[in-house]
């Protein structure tokens, strides 16, 4: 499921994905907040599983002051989604990844037209999909088959995007490329005109 940020969380989020791990009160110099406030926020965001906390640096004596940081592309709650590869690989008709993603993607009934059609698609998918600040980009937070990827990136990424191409086929949107780990905490997908 996609989770909405509101607002200010949203800006703290960012910023941890600016800097990388980072602390309560860089955080807080940086956005003009109070440390409480951002902590605040920061409980929320580890709650959703959308930021990790961890051992800061030692600086001197004492314990470290924890870290945040944005997690890297992970199979969250241990999702994983197998039998949907298996389906597409042995009903693809040939041994080409890309083109049976494609065929598997013609089969689904959604036939998303907007970018945000796109995401719900994504959502719906397993790929707890976020639009970007540019609308035709939108980042995969979780990744299905994140082992096999991991491994297979090429024919994984590939399945992939024919998938989403094949769901797009006919329509006024295509996926031009799928960068996979372009974030440290997600995939991308760049979406086009058809016919660009």
């Known amino acids: 499921m996609t989770h909405h940020v509101p607002g200010r969380r949203a800006e703290v989020l960012r910023a941890i994905r600016e800097t990388g791990p980072v602390g309560v009160a860089e955080l807080a110099g940086r956005l003009g907040l109070h440390p409480n406030s951002v902590r605040f ?3 929320q965001l580890v709650a959703d599983g959308l930021v990790e906390r ?6 001197g004596p004492g314990r470290p002051a924890a870290e ?8 969250r709650g241990r999702d994983r989604r197998y039998e949907v590869l298996a389906e597409i690989l042995l009903t693809g008709g040939t041994g080409d990844p890309e083109t ?9 009934t ?25 609308p035709q980009r939108i980042r995969l937070r979780h ?3 994140l082992e096999l990827a991991s491994r297979h990136r ?9 998938m989403l191409n094949g769901a797009l086929a006919d329509g006024p949107l295509r996926a031009r490329r799928l960068l996979p780990f372009a974030d440290p905490d997600a995939c ?7 016919d660009g």
């Open 143 to 145: 990744c299905p088959f």
């Open 100 to 108: 049976a993603g494609t065929a598997w993607g013609r089969r689904l």
């Open 154 to 162: 090429d024919a994984v990424c590939s399945v992939h995007l024919g």
């Open 68 to 75: 945040y940081r944005v997690p890297p592309v992970t199979a």
């Open 54 to 59: 961890a051992p800061g640096h030692a600086r």
């Open 41 to 43: 926020h920061l409980d």
């Open 110 to 134: 959604a036939r998303p037209e907007t970018p945000a059609q796109v995401v719900r698609l994504l959502d719906e998918l397993g790929f707890e999909p976020e639009q970007a600040a540019d």
């Open 188 to 194: 991308v997908v760049e979406l086009e005109a058809a």
